[in-house]
């Protein structure tokens, strides 16, 4: 099968055109609300918000003076707050002996016991059903899938007990647990290990998913993560762990948190709004470079962070600043978190504001193809994002 042919039968690669209803269709009481709000669905609330106002809108702070991977980030929040509180402990496949798939867990066995870093075997419906278990007695556990696609092993365990267990017991009893791993496409490992899982777990009441991008994000948000009563899928991406970011002298104090559930600008635009989370964010970040190079356009650039609770707000005020909107995800493109966000603009104020149609663009509707030149038509690139952006603004590369 060639690229050509791969286009016949599965059309353009994800780019597609989303057309929503008028907000005056929309009776008052038509109000969409976020599953986050329901107050025995979730338990507690985010800690310290108020303190981290000042983080939520800025890149980086003007103290960022060195840089760190992904991955360290990822596990030096891990060391502290395994150090912090005895009631979290990791498990999952190979996270001891072998310091993790990704390395992610590097040292960590050696530092705290083979009682607190936990080898298993490959059985992730057992490990799971351990981890919430265990969640549901007191403790915190850290539950790593080597993939997200290995925890479809697991997902009674993740949607059945820990994300409806606070809200079947009216209240009473919580679930402070985190499922994390790689998740999203990779590099030539084919259908079964290339899936994104944000809009699957995004569409279940009782769980928070959290999808980072830089090490900041990887480091405040699996640190809140941990720390939250609540059930936490945490996507991360592979391709993402080798990545350095600079950070920031806040983002290096052991009690540094971000607020799940709130996004964040990494780039002030008043043409377009290009809003993504995860690895696709690089691809929006040199469009915008694209953009503003070689046709003056301004891309304003919303890292989600969050997918469930999604925050909805930060990107309809940008909508009214940009009248604008383009999604930006390497998920399939029916029922994906770009349908969720165009649902929601087009219920909300900020449609009066849009000057044309909103955008998204998402993988292909197939699954993942294993041969490398296949494989590059199934996802989108920072050429498609520019088109796009060039699309809704009804401009033409001259």
């Known amino acids: 099968m060639n690229g050509n042919l791969l286009r016949k039968v599965f059309g353009n690669v994800g780019v597609g055109r989303v057309v929503g209803l008028s907000s005056s269709t929309l009776g008052k009481g038509n109000t969409r609300v976020n599953g986050v709000r329901s107050s025995l669905a979730f338990a507690g609330g985010v800690a310290g918000l108020k303190s981290l106002a000042g983080l939520q809108r800025r890149q980086y702070s003007a103290s960022a003076g060195e840089t760190m991977t992904v991955r360290d980030a990822l596990n030096l929040a891990l060391e502290e707050e395994l150090t912090a509180d005895e009631r979290v402990f990791l498990l999952g496949e190979e996270v001891g002996q072998y310091n993790g798939a990704y390395k992610i867990s590097k040292g960590l066995l050696d530092k705290f016991g083979p009682k607190r870093v936990i080898d298993t075997p490959i059985t992730e419906a057992g490990f799971a059903g351990l981890a919430v278990g265990a969640a549901l007695s007191g403790l915190r556990p850290i539950c790593e899938f080597m993939t ?230 199934a996802f989108p690139t920072t050429d498609t994002v520019v088109k796009v952006a060039r699309r809704t603004l009804y401009r033409k590369k001259k």
């Open 148 to 377: 997200f696609n290995f925890a479809m092993q697991a997902i009674d365990q993740i949607i059945n007990s820990a994300a409806k267990t606070h809200y079947m017991t009216g209240g009473t009893v919580t679930c402070p647990i985190v499922f994390r791993g790689p998740n999203g496409y990779a590099a030539s490992v084919a259908a079964q290990h290339s899936q994104d899982y944000a809009a699957w777990y995004g569409a279940i009441p009782g769980l928070k998913v959290i999808s980072p991008w830089d090490s900041e994000d990887a480091r405040g948000l699996l640190k809140a993560a941990i720390r939250d009563p609540n059930p936490v899928i945490f996507l991360e991406n592979e391709l993402q762990y080798g990545v350095s970011f600079p950070v920031s002298a806040e983002a290096l104090s052991k009690d540094f948190q971000l607020p799940i559930g709130k996004a964040k600008i990494i780039r002030e635009g008043k043409d377009v709004t290009l809003v993504s989370h995860s690895r696709p964010l690089n691809l929006c970040v040199e469009a915008a470079e694209k953009l503003q190079a070689e046709d003056g356009i301004s891309a304003e650039i919303i890292n989600l962070r969050s997918i469930r609770p999604l925050d909805v707000e930060t990107i309809i005020a940008s909508v009214k600043k940009t009248n604008h909107l383009v999604s930006v995800e390497s998920g399939f493109p029916q029922f994906g978190v770009g349908s969720e966000i165009c649902a929601l603009i087009m219920e909300s104020e900020a449609f009066d504001y849009l000057d044309a149609p909103v955008e998204r663009i998402t993988g292909a509707d197939v699954p993942t193809p294993y041969a490398f030149n296949l494989e590059g038509l």
